[in-house]
C-alpha cells in the first residue's frame, strides 16, 4: 500500500515539475468571511452584494421584490485554466460555504460554483436558470461555463428532486445529478445549518470530484476534461437565481488553491536543476511515506480502542476473541474449513475450547467498515431469539475484522431451494426440502422479523433478507443472521433509515429503497416476499436469466401466473405436487402481497404471521402487477380495516 501511495506521488511531483518549469503563478484565495473591504476584489452583479459578513448573490433588498432575479459574484482576476501552447491543464481545489435559506414556501430556485469565460450576467437567466445561462445560451458552446448547481426546486422533469447537485457544462439540464437526500444534508435549511462543499479538479487525470459535508465521501466524481469547453483563462465564483418563489442565496466562506499556468514571458520563469528536484521528490516521498505509516499506526490504535469502547459499552456485550485462537481453530483460515464466502466476508468453520463454531473473516475489500462491524456487533448482541443466529464474540485485532456465531450444521438456505438443470454433484449432495419443511422455514423466519420490528425497545431494520442469510441448523429449524446492514430506528420519531449508500442485495430490494436510499420496516417486507416466493418456487429472484430487473424478476413471474389463474404453477417442480394446494396458493399470494410496488399497501409482519398461522387469509393482491409510482398512493380507509374474515386453515409450523 505505501509503495503504491509512493509511486503514486513521484508521478504526481514529475507532473509538478513539469509545471514549474513551465511560467507559473500561485492563483490562492482564502476569504473566511465578506464585508465592503473586499468590493473592489470581486465584479459584483446589479442584484448582488457584500452584506452581514456573505455574498449576498439573491439578496433581500429591504423590503423590495426579491422574485425573478439572477446574479453573479465572480474574482475580478481571470484564472489561467489551461496552456495552449504546452497544453498543460491546471488543477485546483475550492471550499465555499453556503447558506441557503427559503423565503417563501417553496423556494427556489439555488446556488451555483461556476467557472465561466463571460464576467457578466446572461438577459433572462433568472428563475430556472440559475444565473448559468439563458434560453439562447442553453446548450450551445457560446455559453462556455462549467457550473456544479445546488438545486432548490425541481424546476424540470429531468430533475432528481428538489434537493440535488448537478453538473453543468453550457447548460442548464445536469450532465449529471445527485440528490443530497439519502446523505441526510438539505441545501435550502440555512436556518439550522450551513452545507460545505468542495470541489477538486485533476488537471492530469481531467477528472471533477464534489464533496458535501463529508469531506471522505465524495458525491460524485467525473472525467471532464475542462479546456474543451471554456477557454484558458475563465473567472471563478458563483451564480444564483430566484423565481416566483424566492430565497436568499449566500456564500459565507470561500478559499480556492490553484497554479494559474501562464504563457506571458515577462511572468516569472522558475527553472529548477534537475537533480536538485529529484532529490527533493525522494525526500519528500520518504518523509510522506514515514508520515503516512505512523498515521496509519495510530489510526489502528484509535480504532481499536474506539471499537472497543462501543461494543463493550453494551450491557450485552458478547465475547472479544484474541485473534491467535481463531487463527489456531480454524486452521489458519485453511479453504479446508470454509462454509461460504458473501459480499462481506469469508465464513469458516472453527473449533475454540472444543466448542464448533462459525467465524466471518470480514473482506478488506467488502465496504463494511467499523461502523457496520459495531452496528452487527451491538445489534446482535442485545437480540434474543430462537430464530437469529447468535453472536459468542467479536476480534479486531491485526486490522482484521472478525465474527464469532455459533455454528448452524446445515449452513444456509439457498444451497437447498435453488435449482437447475445443469446442477454440479455438490449441488445435488443438497437433499429436497419436503414443502412442511419449507412452510416450517418461512414461519420461522416470519417470526424472527416480526421480532425484529415489534419485538424489540428499538425497531430493528435487517436490510439485506435473502436465503443465504438465513441458517439452518440440525433440525433444519432457521435463523437470521448477517446483521451487518441492520440499522436502529426510534420508534418515537423515526420512521425509517437513509444510507448515501446502497445497502442491500440486488433483486431483493424494494423499488423504492433504490429511489429513494430509504430502508422502512415495508422494504424489509419486500424482501420478505422476496424470500416466500424463491422458497416456494425452487428459483432465484432474478429468475431463470438472473435478471434483476423490475419487469422480469421472480415477482413478475408470479404475478403473471396468478394473472391467468394458474399460481400454483409457480410452485418448485421437484416437490412433485406434494403439497396442500390451498397452502402453497395462499404463501404464493402472501409473498405476492409483500411485493406489492406501493409500501403502504405490503401488509405488517404481524400480519403475515397471522396469515402463516392460518389465523387470516392473505391479503387481495390485483390480477395485474400495479406500476411503481412514487411517492406511493396513501392506504384506503377500507385497508386500514383489517379484516380476518375466514380462516384458512394451515398444517403445524412449528419447528420440529
Same mark, same amino acid.
Given at each position: 500500500? $505505501?509503495?503504491?501511495?509512493?509511486?503514486? $506521488?513521484?508521478?504526481?511531483?514529475? /507532473?509538478?515539475?513539469?509545471?514549474?518549469?513551465?511560467?507559473?503563478?500561485?492563483?490562492?484565495?482564502?476569504?473566511?468571511?465578506?464585508?465592503?473591504?473586499?468590493?473592489?476584489?470581486?465584479?459584483?452583479?446589479?442584484?448582488?452584494?457584500?452584506?452581514?459578513?456573505?455574498?449576498?448573490?439573491?439578496?433581500?433588498?429591504?423590503?423590495?421584490?426579491?422574485?425573478?432575479?439572477?446574479?453573479?459574484?465572480?474574482?475580478?482576476?481571470?484564472?489561467?485554466?489551461?496552456?495552449?501552447?504546452?497544453?498543460?491543464?491546471?488543477?485546483?481545489?475550492?471550499?465555499?460555504?453556503?447558506?441557503?435559506? #427559503?423565503?417563501?414556501?417553496?423556494? +427556489?430556485?439555488?446556488?451555483?460554483?461556476?467557472?465561466?469565460?463571460?464576467?457578466?450576467?446572461?438577459?433572462?437567466?433568472?428563475?430556472?436558470?440559475?444565473?448559468?445561462?439563458?434560453?439562447?445560451?442553453?446548450?450551445?458552446?457560446?455559453?462556455?461555463?462549467?457550473?456544479?448547481?445546488?438545486?432548490t426546486r425541481k424546476s424540470y422533469s429531468e430533475d432528481l428532486d428538489d434537493n440535488h447537485i448537478g453538473l453543468d457544462v453550457n447548460s442548464v439540464y445536469s450532465r449529471r445529478q445527485f440528490s443530497l437526500t439519502p446523505r441526510g444534508? *438539505?441545501?435550502?435549511?440555512?436556518?439550522?445549518?450551513?452545507?460545505? =462543499?468542495?470541489?477538486?479538479?485533476? +488537471?492530469v487525470g481531467k477528472r471533477l470530484t464534489v464533496f458535501v459535508d463529508d469531506m471522505e465521501n465524495p458525491v460524485f466524481s467525473e472525467n471532464l476534461d475542462l479546456s474543451l469547453y471554456l477557454p484558458e483563462n475563465v473567472y471563478v465564483? /458563483?451564480?444564483?437565481?430566484?423565481?416566483?418563489?424566492?430565497?436568499? #442565496?449566500?456564500?459565507?466562506?470561500?478559499?480556492?488553491?490553484?497554479?494559474?499556468?501562464?504563457?506571458?514571458?515577462?511572468?516569472?520563469?522558475?527553472?529548477?536543476?534537475?537533480?536538485?528536484?529529484?532529490?527533493?521528490?525522494?525526500?519528500?516521498?520518504?518523509?510522506? !511515506?514515514?508520515?503516512?505509516?505512523?498515521?496509519?499506526?495510530?489510526?489502528?490504535?484509535?480504532? =481499536?480502542?474506539?471499537?472497543?469502547?462501543?461494543?463493550?459499552?453494551?450491557?450485552?456485550?458478547?465475547?472479544?476473541?484474541?485473534?491467535?485462537?481463531?487463527?489456531?481453530?480454524?486452521?489458519?483460515?485453511?479453504?479446508?474449513?470454509?462454509? +461460504?464466502?458473501?459480499?462481506?466476508?469469508?465464513?469458516?468453520?472453527?473449533?475454540?475450547?472444543?466448542?464448533?463454531?462459525?467465524?466471518? *473473516?470480514?473482506?478488506?475489500?467488502?465496504?463494511?467498515?467499523?461502523?457496520?462491524?459495531?452496528?452487527?456487533?451491538?445489534?446482535?448482541?442485545?437480540?434474543?431469539?430462537?430464530?437469529?443466529?447468535?453472536?459468542?464474540?467479536?476480534?479486531?485485532?491485526?486490522?482484521?475484522?472478525?465474527?464469532?456465531?455459533?455454528?448452524?450444521?446445515?449452513?444456509?438456505?439457498?444451497?437447498?431451494?435453488?435449482?437447475?438443470?445443469?446442477?454440479?454433484? !455438490?449441488?445435488?449432495?443438497?437433499?429436497?426440502?419436503?414443502? &412442511?419443511?419449507?412452510?416450517?422455514?418461512?414461519?420461522?423466519?416470519?417470526?424472527?422479523?416480526?421480532?425484529?420490528?415489534?419485538?424489540?425497545?428499538?425497531?430493528? !431494520?435487517?436490510?439485506?433478507?435473502?436465503?443465504?442469510?438465513?441458517?439452518?441448523?440440525?433440525? $433444519? #429449524?432457521?435463523?437470521?443472521?448477517?446483521?451487518?446492514?441492520?440499522?436502529?430506528?426510534?420508534?418515537?420519531?423515526?420512521?425509517?433509515?437513509?444510507?448515501?449508500?446502497?445497502?442491500?442485495?440486488?433483486g431483493y430490494m424494494a423499488p423504492e429503497s433504490i429511489l429513494t436510499g430509504r430502508f422502512t420496516v415495508q422494504t424489509d417486507v419486500y424482501a420478505f416476499g422476496i424470500l416466500i416466493l424463491e422458497v416456494a418456487c425452487g428459483r432465484? &429472484?432474478?429468475?431463470?436469466?438472473?435478471?434483476?430487473?423490475? @419487469?422480469?424478476?421472480?415477482?413478475?413471474?408470479?404475478?403473471?401466473?396468478?394473472?391467468?389463474?394458474?399460481?400454483?404453477?409457480?410452485?418448485?417442480?421437484?416437490?412433485?405436487?406434494?403439497?396442500?394446494?390451498?397452502?402453497?396458493?395462499?404463501?404464493?399470494?402472501?409473498?405476492?402481497?409483500?411485493?406489492?410496488?406501493?409500501?403502504?399497501?405490503?401488509?405488517?409482519?404481524?400480519?403475515?404471521?397471522?396469515?402463516?398461522?392460518?389465523?387470516?387469509?392473505?391479503?387481495?393482491?390485483? #390480477?395485474?402487477?400495479? =406500476? /411503481?409510482?412514487?411517492?406511493?398512493?396513501?392506504?384506503? $380507509?377500507?385497508?386500514?380495516?383489517? @379484516?380476518?374474515?375466514?380462516?384458512?386453515?394451515?398444517?403445524?409450523?412449528?419447528?420440529?
Amino acid at each position: 500500500m $505505501f509503495f503504491s501511495t509512493a509511486i503514486k $506521488f513521484l508521478i504526481q511531483s514529475t /507532473f509538478l515539475w513539469a509545471v514549474l518549469t513551465t511560467h507559473v503563478q500561485c492563483f490562492n484565495l482564502n476569504y473566511t468571511a465578506f464585508n465592503d473591504s473586499y468590493i473592489n476584489d470581486f465584479i459584483i452583479s446589479p442584484h448582488s452584494r457584500l452584506f452581514l459578513d456573505a455574498i449576498q448573490v439573491t439578496p433581500d433588498v429591504r423590503g423590495a421584490t426579491m422574485a425573478n432575479r439572477s446574479g453573479r459574484v465572480l474574482y475580478k482576476t481571470p484564472f489561467q485554466l489551461w496552456n495552449k501552447k504546452d497544453m498543460i491543464s491546471s488543477s485546483f481545489t475550492t471550499t465555499f460555504k453556503l447558506n441557503i435559506l #427559503n423565503q417563501t414556501n417553496p423556494g +427556489g430556485e439555488g446556488l451555483a460554483f461556476i467557472l465561466t469565460a463571460n464576467p457578466q450576467v446572461p438577459p433572462d437567466s433568472d428563475g430556472a436558470w440559475l444565473g448559468i445561462v439563458n434560453q439562447q445560451l442553453n446548450g450551445t458552446s457560446d455559453a462556455k461555463i462549467v457550473a456544479i448547481e445546488f438545486d432548490t426546486r425541481k424546476s424540470y422533469s429531468e430533475d432528481l428532486d428538489d434537493n440535488h447537485i448537478g453538473l453543468d457544462v453550457n447548460s442548464v439540464y445536469s450532465r449529471r445529478q445527485f440528490s443530497l437526500t439519502p446523505r441526510g444534508v *438539505k441545501i435550502s435549511d440555512g436556518a439550522n445549518k450551513d452545507v460545505t =462543499a468542495r470541489v477538486q479538479y485533476d +488537471g492530469v487525470g481531467k477528472r471533477l470530484t464534489v464533496f458535501v459535508d463529508d469531506m471522505e465521501n465524495p458525491v460524485f466524481s467525473e472525467n471532464l476534461d475542462l479546456s474543451l469547453y471554456l477557454p484558458e483563462n475563465v473567472y471563478v465564483g /458563483f451564480s444564483g437565481s430566484t423565481s416566483g418563489e424566492t430565497q436568499l #442565496n449566500c456564500v459565507r466562506s470561500w478559499e480556492f488553491d490553484g497554479i494559474d499556468i501562464d504563457d506571458d514571458d515577462d511572468k516569472r520563469l522558475i527553472v529548477i536543476v534537475v537533480p536538485v528536484v529529484g532529490g527533493v521528490i525522494l525526500f519528500a516521498s520518504i518523509a510522506i !511515506l514515514v508520515y503516512w505509516k505512523r498515521k496509519s499506526d495510530r489510526k489502528y490504535l484509535d480504532d =481499536a480502542f474506539g471499537i472497543q469502547l462501543a461494543i463493550e459499552g453494551s450491557s450485552t456485550a458478547p465475547r472479544k476473541f484474541k485473534f491467535k485462537d481463531l487463527k489456531k481453530g480454524t486452521g489458519n483460515f485453511s479453504p479446508k474449513n470454509k462454509l +461460504g464466502k458473501g459480499g462481506f466476508g469469508t465464513v469458516y468453520k472453527g473449533v475454540i475450547r472444543n466448542i464448533e463454531v462459525a467465524v466471518k *473473516k470480514i473482506s478488506k475489500k467488502s465496504t463494511q467498515g467499523k461502523t457496520e462491524f459495531i452496528a452487527e456487533v451491538t445489534t446482535i448482541g442485545n437480540l434474543h431469539h430462537r430464530n437469529l443466529v447468535k453472536l459468542i464474540g467479536w476480534c479486531y485485532e491485526r486490522r482484521e475484522f472478525l465474527l464469532v456465531y455459533e455454528y448452524l450444521p446445515n449452513g444456509s438456505l439457498d444451497k437447498y431451494i435453488f435449482h437447475d438443470d445443469n446442477q454440479s454433484e !455438490l449441488q445435488q449432495e443438497y437433499e429436497i426440502l419436503s414443502w &412442511p419443511v419449507r412452510l416450517s422455514i418461512i414461519s420461522g423466519a416470519a417470526q424472527a422479523l416480526d421480532y425484529l420490528h415489534n419485538g424489540c425497545a428499538e425497531t430493528v !431494520l435487517h436490510r439485506d433478507i435473502k436465503s443465504s442469510n438465513i441458517m439452518l441448523d440440525s433440525e $433444519f #429449524n432457521p435463523k437470521l443472521g448477517d446483521f451487518g446492514l441492520a440499522r436502529m430506528i426510534k420508534l418515537n420519531d423515526q420512521t425509517h433509515h437513509s444510507t448515501k449508500d446502497i445497502a442491500g442485495t440486488p433483486g431483493y430490494m424494494a423499488p423504492e429503497s433504490i429511489l429513494t436510499g430509504r430502508f422502512t420496516v415495508q422494504t424489509d417486507v419486500y424482501a420478505f416476499g422476496i424470500l416466500i416466493l424463491e422458497v416456494a418456487c425452487g428459483r432465484k &429472484p432474478g429468475g431463470q436469466n438472473h435478471q434483476n430487473d423490475y @419487469s422480469c424478476n421472480i415477482v413478475n413471474w408470479v404475478w403473471e401466473l396468478y394473472k391467468k389463474g394458474r399460481i400454483i404453477d409457480a410452485a418448485d417442480k421437484r416437490l412433485e405436487g406434494e403439497f396442500e394446494a390451498n397452502e402453497m396458493e395462499c404463501v404464493l399470494v402472501l409473498g405476492l402481497a409483500c411485493c406489492h410496488p406501493n409500501p403502504n399497501k405490503r401488509p405488517l409482519m404481524k400480519i403475515v404471521l397471522q396469515v402463516l398461522k392460518g389465523e387470516a387469509v392473505a391479503p387481495d393482491v390485483p #390480477n395485474e402487477r400495479p =406500476a /411503481f409510482i412514487w411517492p406511493p398512493l396513501p392506504p384506503s $380507509f377500507k385497508e386500514l380495516d383489517i @379484516s380476518l374474515g375466514q380462516i384458512t386453515p394451515f398444517s403445524e409450523l412449528s419447528g420440529r
